[in-house]
């Protein structure tokens, strides 16, 4: 069974751009999160999605970041317009049910570098 | 709030002796504890858990870690460590009163020397 993927898996930005990073989430799993871990800090969640509806998006630093998750699949975390600080880790993680005891599995992660 | 220490950025052990790596917590209700290793260049891939019952869990890898109630802790552990266990590792929480959102650790960087 294949695991959450992420892609790209290595992105290098130009202050001002956009970027794009997707996720594919494991097979069956209705709930996909967003965390990073930027400079080095602590990993910090972002959002979460249960099917295509966004449940908790507390963690979204501004409004340069848009999640989207169309038809509850795939998921999409647009960057617009990228600042020096968003360099970092992005992972996606998906899970099959929303408990809190429910393991939570983790992508590659995509690396943003903005330069 | 919740929040999860992890009182050492990182630890060294030479091969073939036991490895600790520390976690404490701190959480308003009942916590769901997890810890998670990340591998040079890799994702974050699931270890173990503690949810209810035992208060020793084990994980992969021949991983285990210890749920300390009254100390509110949950140290990973492993017998025997090997170089390939030289790696990233973050402790988390969950609680469901916080939105099931996992709170992460800083992450301790183990060095396992041979």
């Known amino acids: 069974e294949a695991g959450v993927t992420q892609f790209p898996s290595h992105s290098v930005i130009e202050k001002g751009q956009t970027v794009t990073l997707r996720c594919d989430p494991i097979?069956?799993?209705?709930?996909l999160y967003w965390y990073r871990r930027v400079m080095g800090k602590e990993i910090k969640f972002l959002l979460h999605f249960v099917k295509e509806s966004k449940q908790d998006e507390s963690g979204m630093p501004n409004n340069r970041f848009l999640a989207e998750r169309t038809g509850g699949t795939y998921s999409t975390l647009k960057v617009q317009p990228a600042e020096l600080e968003d360099s970092g880790v992005y992972f996606c993680a998906s899970s099959q049910v929303v408990h809190s005891g429910n393991t939570i599995y983790f992508g590659e992660g995509s690396w943003l570098t903005v330069v | 709030a919740q929040s999860v220490a992890q009182p050492e950025d990182q630890v060294n052990v030479a091969e073939g002796n036991p490895l600790t790596v520390k976690c404490t917590y701190s959480v308003s209700g009942n916590p769901y504890l997890f810890w998670y290793v990340q591998y040079p260049n890799r994702g974050l891939q699931f270890l173990l858990k503690y949810i209810t019952g035992d208060n020793l869990v084990k994980g992969s890898y021949g991983f285990e870690a210890e749920f300390n109630k009254s100390q509110t802790s949950f140290h990973l552990k492993k017998p025997s460590a090997l170089v390939s266990d030289s790696a990233l590792y973050f402790c988390?929480?969950?609680?469901?009163?916080?939105?099931?959102?996992?709170?992460f650790g800083g992450g301790t960087r183990v060095l396992v020397k041979p």
């Open positions: 988390a929480v969950r609680v469901s009163a916080a939105g099931n959102k996992l709170t």
């Open positions: 097979s069956g799993h209705d709930n």
